[in-house]
């Protein structure tokens, strides 16, 4: 199936590393992308590439891919952080957005 | 800096068409993928569809019978249009940018406007 499946919610403690999995079947062919959204804000973007960061989000975060998962890591959570992630890609014909059912990090 | 925002009514009746725009400031639209995207109350991201500045469009399949977007040049503006709505369209409504390709990444987005349907 091409659709992405997240964990509903991860805690760490702050200072720990959280790590996010998004599992899907089109990913070996097509590129994660992933998003911070926190309450009544629109979706920032994190990661894209499954790996690259864009300019201005902090070095903690960053993305890996292995086969049809990915997975973001923030490391040194801070409280900050706290908030929704999504991962997003497209299906395996590349024509069609697609995005997981997000993954809410509670920083205890 | 490129921005978005969307423009359109917060309330519509059951049955009727969802209308909304998203103006484009700091940049052309004449280029890339405008994307519409929602997000019911307390729930997670849905894609709608795309456009390319050139009148191509990509749909989400779920949505695809109902769903028109359209973009304006001229305007710098993109539209979406949601016909024979139910309650269950409610939602926040998105505008974003698609770089590099239709599949991504959204690297802006508009703030969001929330739409309800209800009579």
């Known amino acids: 199936s091409d659709a992405l499946t997240q964990p509903p919610s991860v805690s760490v403690s702050p200072g720990q590393t959280a790590r996010i999995s998004c599992s899907g079947g089109?990913?070996?062919?097509?590129?994660a992308y992933w998003y911070q959204q926190k309450p009544g804000q629109a979706p920032v973007l994190v990661i894209y590439?499954?790996?690259e960061r864009p300019s201005g989000i902090p070095e903690r975060f960053s993305g890996s891919s292995s086969g049809t998962a990915v997975t973001l890591t923030i490391s040194g959570v801070q409280a900050e952080d706290e908030a929704d992630y999504y991962c997003?890609?497209?299906?395996?014909?590349?024509?069609?957005?697609?995005f997981g059912g997000g993954t809410k990090l509670t920083v205890l | 800096q490129v921005q978005l925002q969307e423009s359109g009514p917060g309330l519509v009746k059951p049955s009727e068409t969802l209308s909304l725009t998203c103006t484009v400031s700091?940049?052309?639209?004449?280029?890339?993928?405008w994307n519409w995207i929602r997000q019911p109350p307390g729930k997670g991201l849905e894609w709608i569809g795309n456009?390319?500045?050139?009148?191509?469009?990509n749909y989400n399949p779920s949505l695809k019978s109902r769903v028109t977007i359209s973009v304006d040049t001229s305007k710098n503006q993109f539209s979406l249009s949601l016909t024979s709505v139910t309650a269950a369209d409610t939602a926040v409504y998105f505008c974003?940018?698609?770089?590099?390709?239709?599949?991504?990444?959204?690297?802006?987005w508009g703030q969001g406007t929330l739409v309800t349907v209800s009579s």
């Open positions: 089109a990913l070996p062919k097509q590129y």
């Open positions: 974003a940018r698609a770089t590099t390709t239709k599949r991504g990444p959204l690297d802006s």
């Open positions: 700091g940049g052309s639209i004449s280029t890339y993928y």
């Open positions: 997003q890609s497209a299906d395996s014909g590349g024509s069609n957005v697609i």
């Open positions: 456009i390319y500045y050139s009148g191509t469009t």
């Open positions: 590439k499954d790996s």
